[in-house]
T-cell receptor, first 111, second 116 residues
Framework: SQQGEEDPQALSIQEGENATMNCSYK?????LQWYRQNSGRGLVHLIL?????REKHSGRLRVTLDTSKKSSSLLITASRAADTASYFC???????????FGKGNQVVVIP | GAVVSQHPSWVICKSGTSVKIECRSL??????MFWYRQFPKQSLMLMAT?????????EQGVEKDKFLINHASLTLSTLTVTSAHPEDSSFYIC????????????FGEGSRLTVL
């Protein structure tokens, strides 16, 4: 079953602005991940944050995790047109060896 | 990370025919592969877990006789959509776990199936 739910689902921003998207989940987790999907393509792993971590950075990406609220956010700083894609969070369901994906956020960065 | 290849990338078929989609792990031996289905502008739905040398594990609501999965080797899993109908038209994506217990999934490029 799908656990993650992202809000908002569509975001349009100007190049150079920051993009923030959120994800909520329902069960316990060992980790939460964010993936990116360009239109008509497979998914690419962006970043993984473990349940005992609160914040993680990778390049222009910043992920936060609040396990008390069962939510996560992904921030893309100084966005570029090439960041236009759909972004999905995924949870491991507490270690059941399967990932459940959220609904996704479609981000459009206008040059 | 693992390199995953899917073939074909797109296929159009007539209603009632069967279509086979291949998923290959090119540089990594995968005892487990995952098959997802994605409708336009929607999320990925896990269909089944493909297990090398044994039967696949299907998610609730997925017809195992409709979606045949074979994982005959450590580098190849196939998904066959049998007697395809227009409602089976979708984007099918396979994935494998990355090595060294990274917790990451590596995905193929997906296969778009259109059933006329």
């Amino acid at each position: 079953s799908q656990q993650g739910e992202e809000d908002p689902q569509a975001l349009s921003i100007q190049e150079g602005e920051n993009a923030t998207m959120n994800c909520s989940y329902k069960t316990s987790i060992n980790n939460l991940q964010w993936y990116r999907q360009n239109s008509g393509r497979g998914l690419v792993h962006l970043i993984l944050i473990r349940s005992n971590e609160r914040e993680k950075h990778s390049g222009r990406l910043r992920v936060t995790l609040d396990t008390s609220k069962k939510s996560s956010s992904l921030l893309i700083t100084a966005s570029r047109a090439a960041d236009t894609a759909s972004y999905f969070c995924a949870t491991d369901g507490g270690g059941n060896n399967r990932l459940a994906f959220g609904k996704g956020n479609q981000v459009v960065v206008i040059p | 990370g693992a390199v995953v290849s899917q073939h074909p990338s797109w296929v159009i078929c007539k209603s009632g025919t069967s279509v086979k989609i291949e998923c290959r792990s090119l540089d990594f031996q995968a005892t487990t592969m995952f098959w997802y289905r994605q409708f336009p502008k929607q999320s990925l739905m896990l269909m089944a877990t493909s297990n090398e040398g044994s039967k696949a594990t299907y998610e609730q609501g997925v017809e195992k006789d409709k979606f045949l999965i074979n994982h005959a080797s450590l580098t190849l899993s196939t998904l066959t959509v049998t007697s395809a109908h227009p409602e089976d038209s979708s984007f099918y994506i396979c994935s494998v776990w990355g090595g060294r217990n990274t917790g990451e999934l590596f995905f193929g490029e997906g296969s778009r199936l259109t059933v006329l």
